[in-house]
């Protein structure tokens, strides 16, 4: 399955490019994971493992209590993912806004959620999304989330986190 997904969010990223413009010369935000193609063991302890520690961002989301991973609602962020973020990004490179692979080990799930339900506040109020912002032509734009969505998206990336390692 996970191999549909990435060939399904491959052609939206080439659609992407093209709907907008390309990604022209922007940085590319560095990878943590050196084998993001290697699956892993999928067990749920290799899913629990959030960045605790750094910014929260500027947002409703002030605290996400840490469960065990949720493959239903990975699932419905998979649909949510395609449908709202994979025109901008990508796990292997830097379309029109980062590259995501890894995310959930560079950024707190408040401060990625806070990202996806209210860009326009991080991008004036975060020092960590002004400086993100620099390296790309385009701001991120208001996708429309409900907190269960970018939720679901959130469990998505988790999952595609542990899937990387």
């Avoid at 399955?1 to 907008?20: D, E, F, H, P, Y």
């Avoid at 990004?89 to 830097?94: D, S, V």
């Avoid at 590259?99 to 080990?105: A, M």
Wanted: aromatic share 4%.
């Amino acid at each position: 399955m996970n191999k549909r997904i990435n060939v399904i969010l491959s052609c939206l990223g080439i659609i992407g490019m093209i709907a907008c413009g390309g990604n022209g010369d922007k940085k590319k935000e560095s990878s943590s994971s050196t084998a993001a193609n290697q699956p892993v063991a999928s067990t749920e302890a290799a899913m629990l493992d959030f960045k605790s520690d750094g910014s929260k961002g500027v947002g409703p989301v002030t605290a996400i209590e840490h469960k065990p991973f949720d493959a239903k609602l990975a699932n419905k962020g998979v649909e949510l993912f395609v449908s709202k973020c994979a025109m901008c990004h990508n796990f292997e490179r830097t379309l029109v806004g980062p590259s995501l692979d890894g995310v959930v080990n560079r950024r707190t799930p408040e401060w990625i959620m806070n990202m996806m339900l209210d860009p326009a506040t991080m991008l004036e109020k975060d020092a960590d999304a002004i400086a993100l912002s620099k390296d790309f032509s385009s701001p991120m734009i208001s996708l429309g989330l409900q907190q269960e969505e970018a939720r679901a998206i959130l469990e998505y990336l988790r999952e595609r986190n542990s899937a990387s390692k």
